[in-house]
């Protein structure tokens, strides 16, 4: 009976770690929830209660810094390009999810109708999808359309559509995709080659100006984690040219040398303040 309660009881601890990080880290991922609580029932089992209690913790707290307080927004900070309005060979709208039977989500009819507002406002002649479908046809009337795929990922739509300007001689690109992804997105396309203005869709699951409620510091902190570990992945591929910024090393106090007493005032950085 001991052993059965143990074992209830990590389930619980488990599944609403699973919750938790389901809310931080895994939107998509519904059932977190039991994958934590068949962990935590096996780490309850193998005796690691604490180590249990401990994560549950640790979520518990980091949960309710980032839906209480301004976590979000530092995270969300720098991730944001928007770059000058100019003219460009082509909008380039990257994909984004689509429901079940084909139809564009919210997000991706943002990408949608701020591409197609660009291309009717005389920004780029024609539309570049990386992904399509009949319904994202319907939100494109009267535009010139191209399609280029299939893709995976950022990488691939960066790599196909520099190659599609390669081939058809275009030089630069409007690139439409979500605010928290556009830095990263931006340079990916930037660094295969084609000139690029970064023009994000408008977003739609959250208010990045305010984050003023917790639900939408929750779901921007999930965009900037995910965004931040990409551009840390992309750097250390070489898929982009930017590298994470390192703080500045405080500059040293050197000690005077009586030989050469100019060389001690030119050779070292003085400090500041």
């Known amino acids: 009976m001991t052993h059965l309660r143990a074992g209830l009881a990590g389930a619980a601890a488990g599944a609403a770690a699973g ?30 209660p604490r180590a ?9 707290v980091l949960w309710t810094g980032v839906a209480f307080t301004p976590l979000a927004a530092g995270m969300a900070a720098g ?13 380039l709208v990257l994909a984004s999810r689509l429901q079940r039977d084909g139809e564009p989500t919210a997000a991706a009819l943002s990408r949608l109708g701020h591409g197609a507002a660009l291309a009717r406002a005389g920004a780029a002649p024609r539309i570049v999808l990386t992904a399509d479908s009949p319904a994202s046809r319907r939100v494109l009337p009267g535009v010139e359309v191209v399609v280029v795929g299939p893709v995976r990922s950022t990488r691939d739509e960066a790599v196909r559509a520099a190659a599609l300007c390669r081939e058809r001689g275009w030089r630069r690109l409007l690139v439409v995709t979500a605010p928290l992804h556009s ?6 396309v930037e660094h295969e080659g084609p000139e690029v203005i970064c023009a994000p869709s408008p977003e739609t699951r959250y208010d990045l100006e305010t984050l003023d409620r917790p639900v939408e510091r929750l779901g921007a902190f999930r965009d900037a984690v995910h965004e931040r570990l990409g551009l840390w992945l992309y750097a250390r591929r070489g898929w982009i040219s ?32």
């Open 183 to 188: 830095r990263r997105a931006c340079a990916a």
């Open 52 to 60: 249990l209690a401990a994560a549950c913790l640790l979520l518990a």
């Open 19 to 48: 919750f938790l990080a389901r809310d931080l880290f895994l939107d998509s991922f519904a059932s977190a929830w039991a994958v934590g609580a068949l962990a935590g029932a096996a780490a309850a089992a193998a005796g690691w």
């Open 79 to 91: 991730l944001v390009r928007r770059d000058p309005a100019g003219g460009a060979d082509a909008v």
């Open 242 to 273: 930017e590298r994470p910024r390192r703080p500045a090393a405080r500059p040293h106090r050197c000690r005077r040398r009586r030989r050469s007493p100019s060389r001690w005032r030119t050779g070292c950085a003085w400090p500041s303040g």
